[in-house]
């Protein structure tokens, strides 16, 4: 009986189908932009198909069966295109804070998980949005004008009062309050609490965030009389459309100047245009608009004390490989990922 089970060892065994055997198991494909400098080297160890991509162009056809897309800069045709075309897909890691361009391109969140970069870009939004005060504080904006003109600005300098009231010339004592009150806003607050700003935050629910008073938008009425500096860090959505509306913009004093490095929407631009050439407040310093670019007959070009910055304050996700891997580990594991919409 021993020697039966050695020789009977050795036959190969035999499966049989009544139908077509299995395919083998593939790995899920992952299609990443060439709009950056994406590491995907980092990818590896993991059991995905790694593919690059151009985001201006229709995804080729052999890559249609992809399951995750990442995206950064695609065009609208790109991500209309990818849209209709990637029937596989089921998940999409953006790299913008906001993922409004997928959104808008068709992609059905119901079937498709959509994962925004939040906080990949709080530090440069942030430290772009200091600057954005500084100008506007220290004038810089006004030296600068003076400088294309061959003129010594002697207006700007020499013996000046210190921190005189009604008027936004130092952050320090300075009432800021930030509107939006998320990731940005809690690497904005120490920096400018540092320089002797007196912060607020404003956002849906009240609470203390990390030693800062954050109020509720109700609560706007009260605030914005006493504010110095406003800025915006909202969202682009329907609820945040023209939020910054003609009341609210008339109740900031005078010399209350606003910036705003979250969504254009987000301001009634008309409302501000007419408050800024009206000196009802001391200015704006705007790094986003509703239609970019700003169109060329835009009142905004022209306003007093008004600083435009295109769009400049994030456009550089940092180390977005380590939140795609993060998130893919997720995905692979069939767990839940991190900044899902």
Same mark, same amino acid.
């Given at each position: 009986?021993?020697?039966?089970?050695? *020789?009977?060892?050795?036959?190969?065994?035999?499966?049989?189908?009544?139908?077509?055997?299995?395919?083998?198991?593939?790995?899920? $494909?992952? #299609?990443?932009?060439?709009? @950056?400098?994406?590491?995907?080297? !980092?990818?590896? /160890?993991?059991? %995905?198909? #790694? %593919?690059?991509?151009?985001?201006?162009?229709? *995804?080729?056809?052999?890559?249609?069966?992809?399951?995750? @897309? *990442?995206?950064?800069?695609?065009?609208?045709?790109? !991500?209309?295109?990818?849209? $209709?075309?990637?029937?596989?897909? $089921?998940?999409?890691?953006? !790299?913008?804070? /906001?993922?409004?361009?997928?959104?808008?391109?068709?992609?059905?969140?119901? $079937?498709?998980?959509?994962?925004?970069?939040?906080?990949?870009?709080?530090?440069? %939004?942030?430290?772009?949005?200091l600057g954005l005060l500084l100008n506007a504080a220290r004038r810089f904006y006004l030296m600068r004008d003076a400088q294309s003109e061959g003129r010594w600005p002697g207006e700007l300098g020499g013996p000046q009062p210190d921190r005189p009231q009604g008027a936004f010339t130092t952050l320090q004592d300075a009432n800021v309050v930030i509107w939006g009150y998320g990731n940005i806003a809690k690497t904005l607050s120490p920096w400018l609490t540092a320089l002797g700003a007196k912060v607020k935050g404003v956002a849906r629910s009240k609470g203390v965030r990390e030693g800062v008073e954050v109020y509720a938008e109700d609560d706007l009425k009260d605030i914005l009389p006493q504010t110095d500096a406003l800025v915006m860090i909202l969202p682009g959505d329907e609820s945040t459309k023209n939020a910054l509306n003609r009341e609210r913009l008339a109740l900031l004093p005078k010399h209350a100047w606003l910036v705003n490095v979250g969504r254009g929407t987000s301001v009634d631009e008309d409302a501000l245009a007419d408050a800024l050439e009206q000196g009802a407040i001391g200015g704006a310093a705007l790094d986003v608009f509703a239609t970019e670019p700003y169109p060329a007959g835009g009142r905004l070009w022209k306003t007093p004390n008004t600083i435009v910055s295109p769009h400049a304050a994030g456009g550089r996700p940092q180390d977005p490989e380590k939140l795609v891997a993060w998130n893919l580990r997720k995905f692979l594991a069939g767990q839940e990922l991190k900044n899902v919409i």
């Amino acid at each position: 009986m021993h020697r039966l089970r050695q *020789i009977t060892s050795h036959i190969p065994r035999k499966t049989f189908y009544t139908t077509s055997p299995p395919p083998p198991p593939t790995m899920p $494909k992952l #299609l990443y932009p060439t709009s @950056l400098a994406f590491d995907s080297a !980092l990818l590896e /160890g993991y059991s %995905v198909d #790694l %593919v690059s991509y151009d985001v201006k162009s229709p *995804i080729p056809e052999e890559h249609t069966d992809a399951q995750v @897309l *990442i995206t950064w800069t695609n065009s609208a045709d790109n !991500l209309k295109d990818a849209a $209709k075309r990637l029937t596989s897909l $089921k998940w999409i890691q953006s !790299l913008a804070a /906001g993922p409004n361009d997928v959104l808008s391109a068709g992609f059905d969140p119901a $079937k498709i998980t959509i994962t925004t970069g939040s906080g990949l870009h709080d530090h440069t %939004v942030a430290e772009h949005a200091l600057g954005l005060l500084l100008n506007a504080a220290r004038r810089f904006y006004l030296m600068r004008d003076a400088q294309s003109e061959g003129r010594w600005p002697g207006e700007l300098g020499g013996p000046q009062p210190d921190r005189p009231q009604g008027a936004f010339t130092t952050l320090q004592d300075a009432n800021v309050v930030i509107w939006g009150y998320g990731n940005i806003a809690k690497t904005l607050s120490p920096w400018l609490t540092a320089l002797g700003a007196k912060v607020k935050g404003v956002a849906r629910s009240k609470g203390v965030r990390e030693g800062v008073e954050v109020y509720a938008e109700d609560d706007l009425k009260d605030i914005l009389p006493q504010t110095d500096a406003l800025v915006m860090i909202l969202p682009g959505d329907e609820s945040t459309k023209n939020a910054l509306n003609r009341e609210r913009l008339a109740l900031l004093p005078k010399h209350a100047w606003l910036v705003n490095v979250g969504r254009g929407t987000s301001v009634d631009e008309d409302a501000l245009a007419d408050a800024l050439e009206q000196g009802a407040i001391g200015g704006a310093a705007l790094d986003v608009f509703a239609t970019e670019p700003y169109p060329a007959g835009g009142r905004l070009w022209k306003t007093p004390n008004t600083i435009v910055s295109p769009h400049a304050a994030g456009g550089r996700p940092q180390d977005p490989e380590k939140l795609v891997a993060w998130n893919l580990r997720k995905f692979l594991a069939g767990q839940e990922l991190k900044n899902v919409i």
